[in-house]
């Protein structure tokens, strides 16, 4: 569009990765340098090691897929996450439609909600993160999106300060749906990483008790033990 053009010559494009500028008129805005060094999560990447093979917890969502290894894109979505750039999410959103695109997930699905954010992490953040991702997402794949799906009632610590058992405990019970019904739906769960599964399996439960028919999750980045890192993320 002309408006995107007049936008790339007033601020001119930078990779969403790193940062430098890019060429103009990209549609998706990485450099050179970062399309070679890309680390992606593999296909066959096993999402329910530390849930279900480790750990034994019961998995409740269908499927889900991420696109980059955390670590190649850790500075990125602190930006994102930590320093307002809100813009990264479109951008963010723009990547996991190409790269999901050929998934089947998205010809299956009736709708996408956001894992949803803590409310004091809201007030200091100012947005809400996951919600705004899974806006663009929605979006971009022409899907209903469902603001508020899931609601969360209990003020939890954020995961990234706790070990592996605890933010199982921490999310517990933590969620339940909001003002819409899920019943024979197909529901995609959004959230920017992902990391043992604990917050998104406890999502996918309470869409599976209200009734959704399947439940996957997409997620930019993914990080731990199913990667064969211990990152605290
Ligand atoms: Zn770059």
Redesign the pocket.
């Known amino acids: 569009m002309v408006i995107d053009y007049i936008l790339d010559f007033v601020f001119p494009p930078r990779?969403?990765?790193?940062?430098?500028l890019?060429g103009y008129g990209l549609n998706i805005k990485?450099?050179?340098?970062?399309?070679e060094n890309a680390e992606y999560v593999e296909n066959d990447w096993d999402y329910t090691y530390t849930l279900n093979n480790k750990l034994g917890h019961k998995v409740y969502f269908d499927g889900g897929k991420a696109v980059f290894k955390y670590k190649f894109v850790k500075k990125s979505i602190e930006r994102f996450k930590y320093f307002g750039a809100r813009s990264l999410g479109k951008e963010y959103a723009k990547i996991m439609y190409e790269y999901f695109a050929d998934s089947g997930l998205f010809e299956k699905a009736d709708c996408i909600v956001s894992v949803p954010i803590n409310k004091h992490r809201f007030k200091t953040r100012g947005y809400d993160q996951a919600g705004y991702l899974a806006e663009k997402l929605a979006e971009a794949s022409n899907i209903e999106f469902v603001p508020n799906g899931i609601i969360r009632h209990k003020n939890t610590m954020p995961q990234n300060k706790l070990g592996v058992n605890e933010r199982f405990k921490n999310v517990k019970d933590a969620f339940s749906v909001g003002n819409f019904d899920f019943k024979y739906k197909n529901v995609i769960i959004v959230d920017d990483i992902f990391t043992t599964g604990a917050t998104i399996n406890e999502c996918a439960k309470v869409l599976k008790i209200s009734g959704a028919n399947k439940v996957y999750f997409m997620t930019f980045a993914a990080a731990g033990e199913s990667l064969g890192s211990d990152e605290n993320v």
Do not use: H
């Open positions: 990779c969403i990765i790193c940062g430098s890019t990485i450099c050179n340098k970062c399309s």
